[in-house]
Antibody
Framework: EVQLVESGGGLVQPGGSLRLSCAAS????????MSWVRQAPGKGLEWVAN????????YYVDSVKGRFTISRDNAANSLYLQMNSLRAEDTAVYYC??????????????WGQGTLVTVSS | DIVMTQSPDSLAVSLGERATINCRSS????????????LAWYQQKPGQPPKVLIY???TRESGVPDRFSGSGSGTDFTLTISSLQAEDVAVYYC????????FGQGTKLEIK
């Protein structure tokens, strides 16, 4: 059974940093592109970043470029999101998501339960 | 980026009746390489992550009831629930995966 379990969320002040983790199990982690998708309270879904199987390609939504860094550790079956210079508008539930096959251009087939990040003074 | 626009923003339908949600993309999501529309539909219930219902615009995910169907091509797509059940109350999102992923704003479906 595919499982994605996020951790690392919490309350942080504007300008602060936070590192999210996603522990993956039930599939060959190194075979899939992985993504972070966020959802602000009461709002819709926004893709944040994704990373290729070997970490050689990474893409970000414009609003987080230069502030967030996605990474992965295939030996540990883990995905990460380093978030720096956090802003109030980054407040959201952050989901770890896996696409349906090894290609990047596929739907999100599996989602974690999410971890809440709150940016507030 | 491809902009996805859903209509309506909210919808109230009687139990047993048909519900129709539309999704339009700002450019075609039909791939010339595989002749498939890179379009998915998700259902999200309160406090839960999204769940994929439909991918490739019209392929139903395993385990999804057959009252859910997807149609359309190019830039215009539709999710149809043929006979609304109480458990279908949720927010529905379309998403394109032709390029960096983008979602529609969501359609809230309620019981009339």
């Amino acid at each position: 059974e595919v499982q994605l379990v996020e951790s690392g969320g919490g309350l942080v002040q504007p300008g602060g940093s936070l590192r999210l983790s996603c522990a993956a199990s039930g599939f060959t982690f190194s075979s899939y592109w992985m993504s972070w998708v966020r959802q602000a309270p009461g709002k819709g879904l926004e893709w944040v970043a994704n990373i290729k199987q070997d970490g050689s390609e990474k893409y970000y939504v414009d609003s987080v470029k230069g502030r967030f860094t996605i990474s992965r550790d295939n030996a540990a079956n883990s995905l990460y999101l380093q978030m720096n210079s956090l802003r109030a508008e980054d407040t959201a539930v952050y989901y770890c998501a896996r696409v349906s096959s090894s290609s990047v251009y596929r739907n999100f087939a599996y989602w974690g339960q999410g971890t809440l990040v709150t940016v507030s003074s | 980026d491809i902009v996805m626009t859903q209509s309506p923003d909210s919808l109230a339908v009687s139990l047993g009746e048909r519900a129709t949600i539309n999704c339009r993309s700002s450019q075609s999501v039909l791939s010339g390489s595989n002749n498939r529309n890179h379009l998915a539909w998700y259902q999200q219930k309160p406090g839960q992550p999204p769940k994929v219902l439909i991918y490739w615009a019209s392929t139903r995910e395993s385990g999804v009831p057959d009252r859910f169907s997807g149609s359309g091509s190019g830039t215009d797509f539709t999710l149809t629930i043929s006979s609304l059940q109480a458990e279908d109350v949720a927010v529905y999102y379309c998403q394109q995966y032709y390029s960096t992923p983008t979602f529609g704003q969501g359609t809230k479906l309620e019981i009339k």
